[in-house]
């Protein structure tokens, strides 16, 4: 049984190591980005409760940024681009895609909405 | 500066050796040179930014027009400037590279009325950020380059064609080799589309690497930036160095983060023109001071009665 423990923490850690921290318990929020919007474009976040966005992309390469919370990713084709965010304060924090991609580029943006 | 204070009147005096802004109507660089009996060697320059060619919305029902209206405007100015230089958004961009060149080619048929004997152009985002710059450079030329004109040193950065905003190494050390024979003193005056600071990175107003050509210039101690983007006047200074945004020709924004999205400020039949302008510059003979003029195209121009084809 013993092994079989030491074994499991093992694989926890991989499992880890291989998806950008995301620990097992974690809440995951699956993103599509596309041709100019962000799927969901409001992201609503508990204070203290980390959460993985898993971004992913439907057409060409877009940028996840959060400058509020120094985030700054691509979101590349047939990639999955995960976000690791534990939320230390509540409140509104834009995202935007900073790829330029096209004429409703501007549009391309959210928020992520942090609740006590 | 001696000016009359008009409509949109303020008049500030900053650093940089003291830099004159001014608001009202057109033509007041060419009338205080010559009011001033000005030296032989002053001059003026217009910029003119985001005229977004191509453009069809709520925001300007007439976008049509608007870019003859402003060449109308420059084209009336009591003298006319030593070159006119846009600052990037020459054309709104679309998916189709045809329709890109094509609005390419109709934007140069139309500067191409203009009286000023030099043009000057660099790309903003919606130029080149789809194609790294290559159809702006078939029908503009390069990128980034310089140039002298009358005892300053204009440089001129693309932070666009990189569709993540940035400068890159490569341009920033063809900055400084470019920068180094220049005196510290020397008067520079730089010409780019997005801000090279952070004015507002949550609305994509910034430039990703634009804290290491600031970093760069502060070398230089008088050192202008003029600039484009946010569709609106706005003046800001990263220790020495004076950054002024230009009004659009196409449709205002808001205030940076004044509202929760960046949507164009509405139409307003009533003042179909509001909040679109250009700039004069004026520099005297010392180089060293630099005189702002705001002209708004409202009033300025007489309503083009159409908007022809090209």
């Not at chain 1, 979101?75 to 509104?92: A, C, D, K």
């Not at chain 2, 008067?187 to 801000?195: E, L």
């Amino acid at each position: 049984m013993r092994g079989l423990r030491i074994l499991g923490v093992s694989l926890v850690a991989i499992l880890a190591a291989t998806s950008s921290d995301v620990a097992a318990e974690e809440k995951v929020i699956r993103v599509t980005a596309e041709k100019f919007k962000f799927t969901p474009a409001v992201i609503e976040l508990k204070l203290g409760e980390p959460v993985v966005l898993e971004l992913t992309t439907l057409d060409r390469k877009h940028g996840f940024q959060v400058s509020d919370l120094n985030i700054d990713e691509n979101i590349e084709p047939g990639r999955v681009t995960r976000v690791r965010i534990v939320p230390g304060q509540t409140g509104t924090f834009l995202f935007h895609c900073d790829v330029f991609c096209g004429s409703g580029h501007e549009d391309m943006a959210g928020e992520i909405v942090v609740k006590p | 500066m001696n000016e009359p204070r008009g409509r949109r009147e303020f008049i500030k005096v900053l650093g940089f050796g003291g830099v004159v802004f001014a608001s009202g109507l057109a033509g007041a660089c060419a009338h205080t040179l010559r009011k001033s009996g000005g030296h032989e060697d002053d001059f003026f320059f217009v910029q003119l930014s985001d005229t977004h060619w191509g453009f069809k919305g709520p925001p300007n029902p007439e976008a049509a027009n608007t870019l003859r209206q402003a060449v109308r405007a420059v084209n009336a100015l009591p003298q006319q400037p030593d070159f006119i230089v846009f600052t990037g958004d020459l054309i709104h961009t679309t998916d189709d590279e045809a329709e890109r060149h094509r609005r390419m080619r109709e934007f140069k048929a139309i500067v191409a009325d203009l009286k000023a004997p030099v043009q000057r152009y660099m790309p903003g985002e919606h130029d080149a950020s789809l194609d790294q710059g290559k159809a702006f450079q078939e029908h503009f030329g390069a990128t980034h380059y310089s140039f002298d004109h009358k005892g300053i040193h204009f440089a001129v950065l693309d932070n666009v064609s990189d569709p993540r905003a940035a400068i890159g190494d490569a341009q920033l050390d063809w900055l400084l080799a470019d920068l180094k024979p220049f005196p510290a003193s020397a008067p520079i005056v730089v010409f780019t589309h997005r801000p090279l600071f952070d004015l507002a990175p949550q609305w994509d107003w910034a430039t990703k690497d634009g804290s290491k050509a600031i970093d760069l210039l502060q070398h230089w101690k008088n050192v202008t930036v003029f600039y484009g983007h946010i569709h609106q006047e706005h003046h800001f200074r990263t220790g020495a160095i004076a950054h002024h945004a230009a009004q659009s020709l196409i449709f205002p924004l808001p205030a940076p983060l004044s509202q929760p999205k960046r949507a164009p400020v509405p139409w307003d039949p009533a003042h179909p023109r509001r909040g679109l302008g250009f700039r004069e510059i004026s520099v005297d003979e010392s180089r060293v001071v630099l005189g702002l003029r705001e002209d708004s195209l409202e009033g300025a121009v007489q309503p083009v009665a159409a908007s022809g084809s090209y």
